[in-house]
């Protein structure tokens, strides 16, 4: 491996309770198995030809997730509290669906808590009731999109008064599906409940549209949001094709990550131009993108531009504030290219016809891709089976197609970003045609 990790998993203490799940310990009975401590997943697979064999320590492997013989919990003292944070994705009531269901009945857990509007519902301040959670209550709710948990962004940086109200519910355990805000929330309140003492197992199912948590293979809804972005870009290949010089620019989530854009473009092979925010870029100057953009019109009559949010925020006159969860405010580059472009073909005398289409808001609220439907319900029951074997501080995540555990300060010690150099970037240059560069210098 080239850099160092520590995949330590933390524990809240011996797991001594024997599972009421029946699974097998041995291989080859067609009995599924229980999955055990000591099985292990390599992180870095990469090799070249000649290299040495290494010793790994269990701090450098990834522990597999899924169910064990032996739980920390006693399932009938079990009180779980589940909560959904941030901006709204695909897949979030998958997610709790998974998460109530495997508990109830997997491990036979009747209290089951919904935390109401993310860390808002722990606030004292706010007086806003749990809601209470079984199969009936969501049995049919990945059917629709959003979370009939409600959500909200910030209020996770109040740990003391939230670890008060997760002690006054007598919680045992806390789901928290959210993305980098929510889990370093989660990893403060985990850690202050470590103070305190107690027994409260907190895990993270990642929730990011843009794909950008570290050491998350793929976060869940990020198909589907691929899958409706294709098309929005399918409309404004219409729109530009059936005009004169017609410019056809979608906006599409990324706030630090492009892949939304860079798969989205790859997917549907209908865009010209893909503008993410690894990949910098000039407006201006004979190999700006303007200049680019105008080749293509005059070359083939139309085009089209996927721009990722985070995007060109260097042209942008942005004054430095947080929102709620404690991102940059970002200028809005979907706006502000729509007023360039359109300038700038009035400068030089050429007619075009412009579309803008932003469909940001129509993409977070869809109901799950049946893959990522899918992919919900097993971290969802993964979540779970770490939980009730007294792991905490952790993320469940996939890696090299295995289901793992992450420990929440390695998910959200770094982003996730394209790198332009890489293979997906390549395939985006092929699908789009556009230049390898677009900077003067």
Known sequence: MSTEYDFSVPRLGEAKIDSPITYSTVHGDLI??????DENVLYDIEVAPG???????????????????????SPTHVHAGIMTCGGLCPGLNDVI????????YRYGVRRISGIRY???????ENQIPTMELNPEEVDDIHKIGGTVLGSSRGGGERTEEIVDTIERLNLNMLFTIGGDGTQRGALAIAEEIERRGLKIAVIGVPKTIDNDLAFIQRSFGFETAVAEATHAVASAHTEAHSAIN???????????????????????????FVLVPEVPFDLDGPKGFLEALKARIERRQHAVV?????????????AAEKDASGNTKLGDIGIYLKDRITSYFKSIGMQANLKYIDPSYIIRSAVAEPTD?????RLGNNAVHAAMAGKTRIVISQVNNYF???????????????DPESSLWRDVIEATHQPLVMKNE
């Open 32 to 37: 599924a198995n229980y999955v055990r401590d």
């Open 51 to 73: 290299s040495t064999a290494k010793e790994y320590t269990q701090s450098q492997i990834l522990e597999m997730a899924g169910p064990r013989q032996k739980i920390f919990f």
């Open 373 to 377: 439907s899918l992919y919900c319900s």
């Open 118 to 124: 993310g860390y808002q519902g722990l606030l004292p």
């Open 246 to 272: 017609g410019i056809g620019l979608v906006r599409l989530m990324g706030r630090n990550s492009g892949f939304i854009a860079a798969h989205t473009a790859v997917a549907s092979h209908d865009a010209n």
């Open 306 to 318: 996927i721009v990722a949010e985070g995007a060109g925020q260097e042209h942008l006159q942005v």
């Open 404 to 418: 793992v555990h992450i420990p929440i300060k390695m998910t959200v010690s770094e982003r996730n970003l394209i």
């Open 97 to 104: 669906r998974a998460v109530t269901r495997c508990l109830w």
